[in-house]
């Protein structure tokens, strides 16, 4: 019998260490999002290139939706960088930045929770960025898409906001009871 227990918690330890070292598979997938992000730099500068190009050209609302286009190029490349900075850190290895001069502020105290709100509000901003350029530009963006593309525009803008408040709120909630609400154990005893 003490064999079988034996065996049994060799081949335990060895597919505990085995689902463990599992969590290395996400590394290239964050490596990938590197690659990535370096390509939509490329995109980054094709769109100043062109903007700088038409600038004495076009009229102010054209530069500001090309400025705006810059924004939103910027403002999803800060959510690749909180994907692979931060899913990496979180869910593969810890990163060893806490000396490092410039250590993102960001970075402080963040868990799973934490990183999913800033992805939620990265996506709302976003969303906002897009929906502003429209209204800069209502016009051809009534034309194109109209009323209706225009509404769909401004529910999903809210859909992120209100998923964003969502998250913090259960965040919020979930952290508040987690460190100030009785323990299970402390229930138990106390019936």
Request: net charge negative; aromatic share 12%.
């Amino acid at each position: 019998m003490a064999r079988k227990v034996k065996a049994f918690g060799w081949f335990e330890n060895t597919f505990e260490g085995i689902i463990f070292w599992s969590r290395w598979v996400q590394a290239p997938m964050y490596g990938g999002l590197i690659v990535g992000a370096f390509l939509y730099l490329g995109k980054f500068f094709q769109e100043l290139a062109h903007m700088y190009h038409d600038l004495f050209d076009k009229p102010e609302t054209a530069v500001m939706l090309g400025l705006l286009s810059l924004v939103d190029i910027t403002m999803v490349m800060n959510l690749v960088v909180m994907v692979a900075i931060g899913g990496y850190s979180i869910f593969t290895s810890r990163i060893d930045v806490d000396m490092h001069d410039d250590k993102p502020l960001w970075l402080e105290g963040l868990d799973a929770g934490m990183l999913k709100i800033k992805l939620a509000t990265s996506l709302a901003s976003i969303s906002g960025v897009q929906l502003l350029k429209t209204f800069v530009d209502y016009r051809e963006a009534a034309d194109k898409a109209g009323a209706e593309g225009i509404i769909i525009e401004i529910v999903i803008h809210m859909v992120f906001i209100f998923s964003a408040l969502l998250l913090a709120v259960t965040e919020k909630t979930i952290h508040s009871y987690g460190h100030h609400g009785p323990k299970p154990l402390e229930i138990i005893e106390e019936h």
